[in-house]
T-cell receptor, first 117, second 121 residues
């Protein structure tokens, strides 16, 4: 039973346009969400996070939106750049329930973003 | 570079052999996590340490797996009697505890190492 789902295995976007990556979750106890970016042969790199008390968090070109009622979050990258080509993972945790992330992060399967010149 | 360091980067072993991996977390981080990632999947949580105490284990961590963090700094993950199904990328992450307050979660970001890729022949 996948608790975090990324339904698009891949996404192709033209350079300069907006990239929108989606993530759905089923566990209503998740209260903290993160996006990681992964290049081949490297570990996941933290991008941006959001807690359940917010519905938006912005950091430069990256914005994460959280819709708790729909159990849905999305990552917007604008403008998209060639260096953004990577696999993006959505992750969630139960911070308050577990006393601070003690049961680890639950990841989706990832979306491979390809930025075309 | 003061990020999370894992050694070795690659390990090839024969079925039935024991293997041990090492993780050095970011120096001031008190939490250390192990994950496993197989092809086409996201990382899956295995176990977690707060300082030297192992506080949580996933059901994925069979009794052939053991992890230690003896002095609350580096950690080792040992797999005994390896099986072909153990072939995966083993990732280590570390974070700094913030007490679980939703307003202060910037410190709960987990930073990952590059991983150890295990191939069991």
């Amino acid at each position: 039973d996948q608790q975090v789902k990324q339904n698009s295995p891949s996404l192709s976007v033209q350079e300069g346009r907006i990239s929108i990556l989606n993530c759905d979750y089923t566990n209503s106890m998740f209260d903290y969400f993160l996006w990681y970016k992964k290049y081949p042969a490297e570990g996941p790199t933290f991008l941006i996070s959001i807690s359940s008390i917010k519905d938006k968090n912005e950091d430069g070109r990256f914005t994460v939106f959280l819709n708790k009622s729909a159990k849905h979050l999305s990552l917007h990258i604008v403008p998209s750049q060639p260096g953004d080509s990577a696999v993006y993972f959505c992750a969630a945790s139960r911070e308050l329930y577990s006393g601070g992330g003690a049961d680890g992060l639950t990841f989706g399967k990832g979306t491979h973003l390809i930025i075309q010149p | 570079d003061t990020g999370v360091s894992q050694d070795p980067r690659h390990k090839i072993t024969k079925r039935g052999q024991n293997v041990t991996f090492r993780c050095d977390p970011i120096s001031e981080h008190n939490r250390l996590y192990w994950y496993r990632q197989t092809l086409g999947q996201g990382p899956e949580f295995l176990t977690y340490f707060q300082n030297e105490a192992q506080l949580e284990k996933s059901r994925l961590l069979s009794d052939r797996f053991s992890a230690e963090r003896p002095k609350g700094s580096f950690s080792t993950l040992e797999i005994q009697r390896t099986e072909q199904g153990d072939s995966a990328m083993y990732l280590c992450a570390s974070s700094l505890a913030s007490g679980g307050q939703l307003l202060d979660l910037a410190k709960n970001i987990q930073y990952f190492g590059a991983g150890t890729r295990l191939s069991v022949l």
